[in-house]
C-alpha cells in the first residue's frame, strides 16, 4: 500500500507531472490526509475550529473519495492533472455514497475546504466545487472501482459501508489490474496496516472484511502470521459475478484460498458428565448448528482471528470454527 508519507503536494513552477492521459487519476489519498495533518499544525495559513479527530478525518478522505467517483462520472474526455472539473456540492448524495450521516458529509465536506482540498466555484445557480490544485493522482486500480455495485453489494449482506469501503480503497491502491474480468493482483495487508490507513479500529476491519468476502468483493488468499493476502474480485470493478450462495468461499476459476487451520471435532453433541445432584442443570446451546449443553461454570467465548474468521472457545481446551 502506498505510504502516507508520500502525500502529493500542490503543484509547483518546475514540477514535473505525469504525461499520462489523465484516464486514470484519482483524488490522491495521501495527499488529502497530508492537507489536513498540514491544516492541523503551527503552519497552517488558517486555524481549523478545532482539530480534527480520526472520525473526522476518515469521514473527509470518504467524502473525497465520492466526489471523485462523481467527477469522473461527469467527465467527458481525460484531463490534465489540475483537477479542473466542477460538481454540484451536494451533502446528501455525498453521504449515501459514503455512507455517512448528512451532518457527517457536511462536515467533511467543511473540512476538506479548510484544509485547501476543495475549492468553491462561482456559480449563480447552485454551489459546485472542484479539487485544488495537486490532490490527483494515477491510480489506475482506484480509478476502475466499480463502487455503485460495490455500495449495492454491501447493503446486499447488511454490511456497514465506511468500514468495507475504506478496505476495498486500499486494496485497490495496493494492487494492480491487467483486465477487470479477472480482478486484481494479490495485496498482503495485516490488520494493523489497513487500521494505520483507514482510520477504522481493528474490530470493525475484520468485521467489513468478512462482509466483503459474502458479497462477493474480496477473496482471501495464503497467510503468514498476522499478515494475509486479499485480492479483489471482478464485481468490485463492475464485472458479473455471483454473490456467494452459502457465505464466502472460493468461486469458481480462482485459486482456492489457504485452508483454515484444523479445529477441535465439533460434529457430535459434546457429552458432558452428568452434573452431581443440586448442581444447576447444564445450559443447552447451538453452535454452527450442532446441539451442545455447557456445564455450569464453563466459560464460552467467541474469537475473530486476524482474518476475521470466528471460532467458539467452550472451556479451556474445546474449539469450534472457523464459523
Known sequence: MNDPASAHRPAESGQVLSISSGAHLVVSVPAVLGAIHHASGPLAARKLPRPPTAVDTRNAVAVAVVISELVREVEVAPRTPGGAVEIPEAPAEFARRAGTSLSEAEAAVSLLYAAGVLARVESPSAARLRFADGMLAEEPTLALVAWEEVRTRLHSVGATLPPAMAVVRELARASSVVDPANGSSWANATLGRLADRTLFQRTALSTAITALESAGLIERGQRRGQEGQYRL???????????????????????????????????????????????????????????????????VRVEIDALGRQFVHVGPHVVIGPL
Open 233 to 299: 474480485l471482478p464485481s468490485a470493478f463492475g464485472t458479473e459475478w455471483p454473490l456467494p450462495a452459502d457465505g464466502p468461499g472460493p468461486q469458481p476459476g480462482l485459486a482456492p484460498a489457504a485452508p483454515a487451520p484444523p479445529a477441535a471435532p465439533a460434529a457430535a453433541p459434546l457429552d458432558p458428565a452428568p452434573a452431581p445432584r443440586g448442581a444447576a442443570p447444564a445450559i443447552p446451546m447451538q453452535i454452527a448448528g450442532v446441539p451442545i449443553e455447557v456445564p455450569p461454570g464453563v466459560p
